[in-house]
């Protein structure tokens, strides 16, 4: 089966910095993958998705970005965070069923002070 | 517009009653359903999934659900909860490459 990992686990960061987080895949090839953010009482927002390497489909306007630089990596960043950023970031992959079938990681948790 | 509806933010149950979620979907024609579950602070498992063909769907840790096209729903039950339990819970469905959530359902086991 997969496993998803997902770093940093936790992290605080000042308005106006950047942000990398990073999120690989094992025990799977070609998977779509998804980054997920969930903020307190709001549930899970769909940000990103890719299908393959270097194809992203952004689901919500915002100041972040995703990359996938290899098959089973998948990058979310931002040039700047806002206080609005802070939350849960959950990265997920079904492992190309194409079904929503999804595993998760144990997400990152981002705190913008 | 396709969505998942959980009308439950919040529910309270005694260790060793029967628990149902609800879940109401809109969608054209017969989606994807999942339900999963997260625990505090972790990421989300899947409990259990209907596409197609027999209603009622068995899942892990004792869970089922009923698709119920008539009603649009696709509620989860257990019957008889565990302090274990005690989680976050999501419906979801899935469309064109895309899972999307309900708002979700939190659960309180007591003693």
């Known amino acids: 089966s997969q496993t998803i990992h997902q770093w940093p686990a936790t992290l605080v960061q000042p308005v106006g910095s950047p942000l990398s987080l990073e999120c690989t895949v094992e025990?799977?090839?070609?998977?779509?993958l998804y980054w997920y953010r969930q903020a307190a009482g709001r549930g899970l927002q769909l940000l990103f998705y890719?299908?393959?390497?270097?194809?992203i489909s952004s689901e919500v306007p915002q100041n972040l970005s995703a990359s996938r630089p290899q098959d089973r990596q998948f990058i979310l960043s931002s040039k700047k965070l806002l206080l609005s950023d802070s939350g849960f970031y959950l990265c997920?992959?079904?492992?190309?069923?194409?079904?929503?079938?999804?595993?998760f990681g144990e997400g990152s948790r981002l705190t913008v002070l | 517009a396709q969505s998942v509806t959980q009308p439950d933010i919040h529910i309270t149950v005694s260790e060793g009653a029967s628990l149902e979620l609800r879940c109401n979907y809109s969608?054209?024609?017969?989606?994807?359903l999942f339900w999963y579950v997260q625990s505090p602070g972790q990421g989300l498992q899947l409990l259990l999934k209907?596409?197609?063909?027999?209603?009622l769907v068995q899942g892990i840790k004792g869970f089922e659900a009923e698709f119920k096209r008539s009603q649009s729903s696709f509620n989860l039950r257990k019957p008889s909860v565990h302090w274990s339990d005690a989680a976050e819970y999501f419906c979801?469905?899935?469309?064109?490459?895309?899972?999307?959530f309900g708002a979700g359902t939190t659960v309180t086991v007591r003693a």
């Open positions: 997920a992959s079904d492992g190309r069923s194409n079904t929503g079938e999804l595993f």
């Open positions: 025990g799977t090839s070609n998977p779509n």
């Open positions: 890719s299908v393959g390497i270097g194809q």
């Open positions: 969608y054209g024609a017969t989606p994807y």
């Open positions: 209907y596409f197609s063909g027999d209603t």
């Open positions: 979801a469905f899935f469309n064109d490459y895309k899972l999307s």
